[in-house]
T-cell receptor, first 113, second 114 residues
Framework: DAGVTQSPTHLIKTRGQHVTLRCSPI?????VSWYQQVLGQGPQFIFQ???????GRGNFPDRFSARQFPNYSSELNVNALLLGDSALYLC????????????FGPGTRLTVT | AQKVTQAQTEISVVEKEDVTLDCVYE???????LFWYKQPPSGELVFLIR??????QNEISGRYSWNFQKSTSSFNFTITASQVVDSAVYFC???????????FGAGTILRVKS
């Protein structure tokens, strides 16, 4: 079975621009979460979506938004990019039931100049 | 609030040495789940193990073993006979029951030299 996929792999944007990152979960997984990993730190939770509804939001500004589609894929949008948004953005999907483990994609490396 | 501490920032060992990665956590919840993930240079987080708070049985999987001690809020990870391919960043993480987010430690960089 295919794992979590993310696109694009790398992205370079300028301050003030907008970016959209995409994620496809493992087949059968209905929950998708987004994490931001700044260099040298552990991942920080941004959003969780389940059945197209937001189920959790981390301590991130309103410039960050996300949505989940009927096929359970997801988009993360970031507006008015700042230099500090440069990071690896990880998407994770979670199997149904109370297993709690999350399976991560390869990430999108965003560089803001 | 939950917190995970990985006090070892970086560890270097020579191939075939045993190495233990420490993880200490804080939570007020009685039911929670602990994880270890491996992040190779490619960047993808690879799931290694999940442990439930109500199951303190240690686990061994090949060269990997995990020691969960609720009394000291620790969930340590040991690699026996380390190999160069074990070189990566290792993260310990915590999620509470019915929670929606993994809380990660800062990670430990493991360098295994041949």
């Amino acid at each position: 079975d295919a794992g979590v996929t993310q696109s694009p792999t790398h992205l370079i944007k300028t301050r003030g621009q907008h970016v959209t990152l995409r994620c496809s979960p493992i087949s059968g997984h209905k929950s998708v979460s987004w994490y931001q990993q700044v260099l040298g730190q552990g991942p920080q939770f941004i959003f969780q979506y389940y059945e197209k509804e937001e189920r959790g939001r981390g301590n991130f500004p309103d410039r960050f938004s996300a949505r989940q589609f009927p096929n359970y894929s997801s988009e993360l949008n970031v507006n008015a990019l700042l230099l500090g948004d440069s990071a690896l953005y990880l998407c994770a999907s979670r199997p149904p039931g109370r297993t709690y483990e999350q399976y991560f994609g390869p990430g999108t490396r965003l560089t803001v100049t | 609030a939950q917190k995970v501490t990985q006090a070892q920032t970086e560890i270097s060992v020579v191939e075939k040495e045993d190495v233990t990665l420490d993880c200490v956590y804080e939570t007020r919840d009685t039911t929670y789940y602990l994880f270890w993930y491996k992040q190779p240079p490619s960047g993808e987080l690879v799931f290694l193990i999940r442990r439930n708070s109500f199951d303190e049985q240690n686990e061994i999987s090949g060269r990997y073993s995990w020691n969960f001690q609720k009394s000291t809020s620790s969930f340590n990870f040991t690699i026996t006979a380390s190999q160069v391919v074990d070189s990566a960043v290792y993260f310990c993480a915590l999620i509470m029951e019915y929670g929606n987010k993994l809380v990660f430690g800062a990670g430990t960089i493991l360098r295994v030299k041949s």
